[in-house]
Structures are given as structure tokens and as C-alpha cells.
């Protein structure tokens, strides 16, 4: 969240470097002392740059909390709500609340998620780029693949790929029964003819993301194989039909759980055992979640709108077998959504 609303890139620490968003007044940066300099740096390429945002430092003996807490008084705040970023590290919140015990330190994820979801064009044209890099990549290294190579191989040819095109991405490959496992394995696996293969990923494109996964056979699929692909695909298809604006973002993941469970593979998360999407941006995964009680508990459900972003990835995982996820990112219209990238055709040509 810092860098969508400030442009400022910052790697992790112990110090606290924050950005505070009055609702009345001009946003501060809280900074160490010694970087004051990059800080402004960052600034000028940003929105709170000239005279909209000031930077308060603060040196290694002095507390960054009660630097936050006189400043919040001297702009007449020293009595209200804190609204915290969901990510910030627990010992800065603590700190806060500990120096300004008159605050109400609450989660600020409301505002700050409520912001990212809705995307813009440009947003949008960042996304777009980027899953059509991923398929781009995926389809290369499908063609690539041959009997007798690992898992990591494959992987190494992803990366290879996504230096091809120039943006930092990469994919977690998972082969035969270990497909069944919906985040794979880390046990050794090698590539045989009549495989099933699985990719799942994305890359970033100046900050935002793709999240594909497409699963195909090496050779011939067998009968189940070609019947479970057939059945995600039409509970992802499902799942795109039903996303529109004003629906509650659970009736999403029903719709392609219904399709799964009428096929025989249920009840419920038997063998669909996640949710049928997350919302995508800046994060691989982030705000809102299509399923029930949206995962981390809003007070009240959240409702599709148009700008969301979303995953598209229902899946049936057989254990000890195989199995088969689909997965393409939707954004949300006016009238219903679209995918960024086409719907696998089958197994044996996936793209």
C-alpha cells in the first residue's frame, strides 16, 4: 500500500518508515533520519510531490512513535482513529498505540483495500500486459518440454522466458500426482510421456501482476483426465458468467463450486478445496476474496463492482491421481466481467 499511494519503494526493516493520511490535512512521512534523502528522492517522482506531503525524521536514539503521536496532536488529532494497513509490523502498531494511548488504533484495511480493488484503465493495461506475458512464456515452455526433464527444469525454462520478454516473473511446476496437491510439492518429479502438468504463476509489470495456471497432458490424456478438464472448464466458465456488478461476491465461487459438485466431485470442498478466486493488483493475491465471509471476516459482505480483478481458477484435485486447475484472471465491467487472456482449449493444446 505505500507504494500505490506514494510511489515510494521501500524494502523491509526494523525502522519505521510510514506515510500518514490525515482524512483533514496534508499526508507526513515518518523517516529515518539518514534517509531522509532517498525518501525525498522517491517523493518527487510521486503524488505527494512539492508541498503535499512533509517528511518528519527521526534519529536512532529518538522513538518514531512519539513523532508520529506530537504530530498527529500538533494537527489537532490528538484524540480519534488510527487506521493501521493490514501489512504494517506489529511492533509499529504497538509503538503507536503505546505513544498515543488517547488513539483508537483500528484496522485501516476498509480504506486501504477499499482503494486498490477498484481498478483504473491504466491499471487494468498493466494487468493486461502482464497475463499476456505469462501466456506468452507458458505457452514457449509447453512447447519445450520434453520426456526425462524435472520440475525445476521446467522451472528454469520459465525463468529463461521471462527474461525473453523483460519482466521479473517465475511459476511453481508440479507433475502427475502431485498436480493433486493445489500448491504441489517440493518432492523430486520427473517428466514421462502421458504426464499431467501443471503451471501456476504470473509476473509484474510495473508493480502489478498476473496469476495464470494452465494444466496439460505431454502425449495423451486419459478418459477421467479429459473428463475433469472438461468440467473445471465449464465451472470457470460459470464462475465469469455469474461475476457482475452488485452481486455478493461469494455467489461467484457458488456458481463454479455448483457446476464441480454436480459433476460428483463434492460435497462442498471434497475435491474443489480452495475458493474459486482472489482479487489481483499490486498483490499476487489481495483484497477481495470470492468466498464466504470474504476469508479474513468484513463486518459486512462486500458486493462485486466494476474495476475489481479477480482470479478465475476453479480446480478438482484427485489425490494420489492427478489434477486439473484452470485459471485466468476476470475484471469486472459495467455489465459483467472478461478475461484477460482465452480459456485453455484442452489438455493436449492449451493454448
Known sequence: SLLYFTNIRWGGGERLFACVIPATSNPFIVCPAFEEDRAREQLTRGPLAGERADIRVWNEDESPYVLVARDLRDR?????????????????????????????VASGTPITAGCRMVKDDHELDLIRLACAATLKVYEAVYRAVQPGMTQNQVSDLIDAGYRQVGFPGGASVQVGEYTALPHGSSTPQIIREGTIIMLDDGCVVEGYQSDITRTFVLGTATARMHSVFDIVKRAQTAALAAARPGVPLESIDAAARKVIVDAGYGPGFTYFTHRVGHGLGMDGHEWPYLVTNNMFGWKTALTAQAGMVFSDEPGIYIRGE????????????????????PQSASLEQPF
Request: glycine residues 12%.
Open 322 to 341: 492427478f489434477g486439473v486447475r484452470l485459471e485466468d484472471d476476470m475484471y469486472l465491467t459495467s455489465d459483467g466481467a472478461r478475461l484477460f487472456t
Open 76 to 104: 489537532g488529532l490528538a484524540t480519534g482513529i488510527v487506521g493501521v494497513e493490514e501489512t504494517m509490523p506489529f511492533a509499529w502498531t504497538d509503538g503507536i498505540a503505546s505513544a498515543a494511548p488517547q488513539l483508537h
